[in-house]
């Protein structure tokens, strides 16, 4: 951390860290200022009382932060991490639990972390939904593996996203408009609103709908010298509709739809090198890349589109209580992308003349997903020393991938090169003038049955018991063709069955201060590799080095953990202090690496291990004034050693490596002092200002080794000429990402009419911060690195009734 960095974080060092949450079920404005009440337990109870780790961000803290993404409010929660590589394809971990960023060409691994939408499952392995934040009650984050009540995708957390509910009690709504100022040179915005309306007394609606403009803030040089800027603005739009109908005092109904689209024009990426602009040409202009620049031959573009219809059905009785969930998903992803580059450096390699290298190729990415999932589950009531709770989970999910790289002219350059009607040969069914195509359609069901009973042995202690039995069968077929795979049509079955285990002690030693100790044990389904694309392997050389160290390794195993922690919780004053110490063993954790030359990534398993300590402080000394602190240590560490077959290490998964994408410290402080200015007429106002750290981490496990790492275009040490250029020249690069620092600020007015108007800046320093390192076919076509927003001024009004 540099010296303007550390000042900033000493002058922080009282901020707050977390804002409280109110109940789910509760009006938001019900909140006293003193008790947070979250679900986290499948059970309405306060944040302080869940015997393990748990934090919420409010209505308010997230309006305040001026947060909309879960990236923005992940650097206030001790141990949450997410990797950011565009709207809609964010990565997701929690206290290090993390196997290296997933390629979007992945489809059958599985997340790590569950993310959830109130009681609906949503996460997709990469591709974590951006949901919208507006009119959301809280964001819950679990930390530790969730899988006796939440089963195989929170092997590391869970995150919950609770939305305000319908009410029967009055009319109310708010409305919320924005306009902010990107990098100082494109605008963008939002228009959101919502409604409750009660429609009878047992009957009412809430409605909310909302549509933002992202500005972009990457430029693109172009073909023949032009620049295009802002290549990487887009939009989402959509809404939720919810109906609670009480057909008795202790039974209610609640049907709900909700729709969201996002899309984008690009994707956050700067660039260090390209097959086409690069400092080692001489046929084609030299280019130098600057801040946020990157180039293309063809535009970009992502497209997300959610629909999720929900029936959420709760009875509340004497004795025991019943909760039915019932969702269906419907979910289409498009990634298209410029793989010109990629597409080019293959051409090189195979002979083709330079206008072969040249035409442009579009990676066209689909995928499909239909989600059905069922849950039912009974609790015991009242108030007695001994609580139960018993349930069943039913989940079936068919997702289909498709692959294409359309490139209008390539069979003729394939056919001039190899033979006439070679490109007709290899397509295997699939259209010209596409040298990868790939159909890859998954089917995965699963059954659950999970319990947790609690028992007061005293007044102090409490103790709880919990378990998951599971059983998943997932099919697979994979189908390719044209110039680049290998012509495969093949069929896959992987299932898995086991028991999740869990026991939480709690104990009150004083009057608000509690000591909680857990062991848990979570999963993750394992899988099925996809072959390896032979043809572009160590450059066509049969049997080469990369072909026998990332081929025949068809399967992966399910990774497991056992998570030890231990944690005190404390609430005094206006002071509250939570604090874990963890130890996570992982066995045969899920780790991808990229297949070096083969334009391929395979999953192995290895083990490992992460421990640390997260300390989350908040404090209100006196009237108006919040102030607290959050910060995590992670120690997250391979426990095993992989090899090739020469001995060398297989991508940087050795013993005592860093897990990847997980900074060793992260840390945020915030400060809010609220005012009056006007005591007649009750109006307020507030000035904020927040300093959030995240430390250095890898991409992926391999760029520990060798770094500064030394790219050239050869594979082989042998000149491979391409547009003047011998192909031996270098790019050094250290991929250890840097450390980064942001510091917003903010203030505003709040008018007793329920209207507020606020200012922002969010990353007042201009950091341009290093996401994730990106390297195309190994580095030789591309390398670059995804990067945050610039600087960015914001207005923004908001009016309730």
Known sequence: MNARASMLAGLSCLALASTPAVAQNAPANSYDGNEIIVTATKRDASLQDVPFSINAQTEQAIERANASTVEDLSRNVAGLTVQ???????????????????????????????????????????????????????????RGPQGTLFGSGSVGGTLRYITNQPNLDRIEGKVEGN?????????????????????????????????????????????????????????????????????????????RFVYQKVKTDGFNRQEVYNLYANQFTTTRPRVTFEERQQYLLLDEAFEDEVKLFDLT????????????????????????????????????????????????????????????????????????????????????????????????????????????????????????????????????????????????????????????????????????????PNGDNARDKTSSTGFSPRLLLSYDVAD???????????????????????????????????????????????????????????????????????????????????????????????????????????????????????????????????????????????NGNRLPSVPKFQMAANATYSFPIDASSDTSAFVTASFQHVGSRYTQPGDQENNPRTFTFSPNGLPRPYFGATGLEQTTLNLKLPDYQLVNIGAGIEFPNELEISVYVNNLLDENALLAFDRERGGRARLGFATNQPRTFGVTVRKGF
């Open 313 to 484: 059905m709760n009875y509340d009785g004497d004795v025991i209580g019943v909760t039915s969930v019932t969702t269906y998903t419907d979910r289409d992803i498009l990634v298209s992308r410029d793989a010109s580059a990629l597409t080019g450096s293959v051409s090189v390699d195979l002979g083709f003349p330079v206008a072969g290298i040249l035409l442009p190729s579009n990676l066209v990415d689909t995928t499909g997903v239909k989600q059905f999932t069922q849950e039912l589950r009974v609790n015991s009531a009242g108030t007695g020393p001994f609580q139960w709770l018993v349930g069943g989970y039913y989940a079936n999910v068919k997702r289909d991938y498709t692959q294409r790289l359309p490139t209008p002219g390539y069979d003729a350059f394939t056919d001039a090169r190899f033979g006439a009607g070679t490109s007709a040969a290899l397509a295997n069914g699939f259209g010209p003038d596409s040298p990868y195509n790939a159909d890859i359609p998954y089917d995965l069901s699963q059954i659950a049955i999970f319990g947790e009973v609690s028992y007061d042995f005293t007044e102090a202690l409490t103790a709880t018991l919990g378990g998951r039995y599971y059983a998943f069968d997932e099919s697979r077929r994979f189908v390719s063709g044209g110039l680049f």
């Open 179 to 255: 306009v902010n100022l990107v990098d100082g040179d494109d605008f963008g915005g939002h228009l959101k609103g919502a409604i409750n309306l009660p429609l009878s007394p047992n009957l009412a609606m809430r409605a909310v709908g909302y549509y933002t403009r992202y500005a972009g803030f990457i430029n693109a040089l172009r073909e023949g010298g032009g620049e295009s800027e802002d290549v990487n603005s887009g939009e989402r739009y959509g809404g939720r509709f919810s109906l609670l109908w009480k057909p008795a005092e202790n039974l209610s109904i609640t049907p």
């Open 84 to 142: 950011n590589l565009g709207p809609g394809q964010s990565q997701v971990s929690v206290r290090g639990v993390s196997a290296g960023q997933i390629a979007r060409d992945q489809p059958g691994v599985k997340e790590q972390v569950g993310v959830y939408l109130d009681e609906s499952v949503v996460s997709l392995s990469l591709f974590t939904p951006d949901l919208d934040l507006f009119d959301l009650n809280r964001v819950e984050t679990l």
């Open 512 to 654: 608000g201060i509690t000591l909680n100790a857990q062991a848990s044990k979570g999963f993750r389904l394992g899988g099925v590799n996809d072959p390896l694309n032979l043809p572009l392997c160590d450059a066509g050389v049969p049997n080469g080095p990369d072909a026998q160290t990332f081929g025949g390794r068809p399967r992966y195993d399910d990774e497991t953990l056992w998570n030890y922690e231990g944690g005190v919780k404390a609430q005094f004053g206006g002071i509250t202090f939570n604090a874990a110490g963890f130890y996570t063993k992982i066995n045969n954790l899920q780790v991808t690496a990229d297949a070096g030359s083969c334009s391929s990534r395979i999953v192995f398993n290895a083990d490992a291990h992460t421990m640390g300590l997260e300390v989350e402080l908040s404090a209100s000394p006196f009237t108006g004034l919040d102030l607290g602190l959050s910060g995590s240590y992670v120690e997250a560490e391979f426990d095993s050693t992989l090899t090739r077959p020469d001995g060398t290490v297989i991508e940087g998964i050795r």
